[in-house]
């Protein structure tokens, strides 16, 4: 158990539909991320944040945005969907000034 | 953006056989990471690396820093059927805090 817990495991949605997936980091951890991984892929890396400011910016599509809240937690928001988002979704944290990531059990979103 | 090239892709080997993947860059990198990723689950991290050079052990896996810190590799001795998944490697660029990773070697082993 890396301590990162991430709701909900499973999302299944239609297109067009908005879903926010959520996310604890790791007890003292102030960096949040957020990946998604396709079928058979690699890790995408959308956005990072840093005690609830946004600090570093990957593929995060329009459609997508996410925010850090002053519990530490973090939403990440999936609107307009389609087909192609369905991916397991993923949230890491780590302590400052450290570089190893601990990820979360990930949401499996599936769109219709 | 930056990329890592992770081989091999995928491995299938007979229990007990030992394991080698690396991953190489163009670019310089300050820290590397494996992980290892099961089926449906998150990726969990087996052996951080800090310096050009540095071999570092965790239990049958060994993993170095390559000298021209382009470079990492990650050993599997005397593999068992538990080893089976993804491993992934991540590296750090000089000057950026996001991590980059490769794109997986799926590990097979035939019992």
């Known amino acids: 158990d890396s301590g990162v817990t991430q709701t909900p495991k499973h999302l299944i949605t239609a297109t067009g539909q908005r879903v926010t997936l959520r996310c604890s980091p790791r007890?003292?951890?102030?960096?949040v991320y957020w990946y998604q991984q396709s079928l058979d892929q690699g890790l995408q890396f959308l956005i990072q944040?840093?005690?609830?400011?946004?600090?570093a910016k990957g593929n995060i599509l329009e459609r997508f945005s996410a925010q850090q809240f002053p519990d530490l937690h973090s939403e990440l928001n999936l609107s307009s969907l389609e087909l192609g988002d369905s991916a397991l979704y993923f949230c890491?944290?780590?302590?400052?000034?450290?570089?190893?990531?601990?990820f979360g059990p990930g949401t499996r979103l599936t769109v219709l | 953006g930056q990329q890592l090239n992770q081989s091999p892709q995928s491995m299938f080997i007979q229990e007990g056989e030992d394991v080698s993947m690396n991953c190489t860059s163009s670019s310089i990198f300050n820290t590397w990471l494996w992980y290892k990723q099961e089926p449906g689950e998150g990726p969990v991290l087996l052996i951080a690396l800090y310096k050009a050079g540095e071999l570092t052990s965790n239990g049958r896996l060994t993993a170095q820093f390559g000298i021209t810190r382009k470079d990492s590799f990650l050993n599997i001795s005397a593999s068992i059927p538990s080893d089976v998944g993804i491993y992934f490697c991540?590296?750090?660029?000089?000057?950026?805090?996001?991590?980059?990773f490769g794109q997986g070697t799926r590990l097979t082993i035939n019992p």
């Open positions: 944040y840093y005690n609830g400011e946004e600090r």
């Open positions: 991540a590296g750090q660029l000089q000057g950026a805090q996001k991590l980059v």
């Open positions: 007890s003292g951890d102030l960096s």
């Open positions: 890491a944290s780590s302590a400052t000034g450290r570089t190893e990531q601990f």
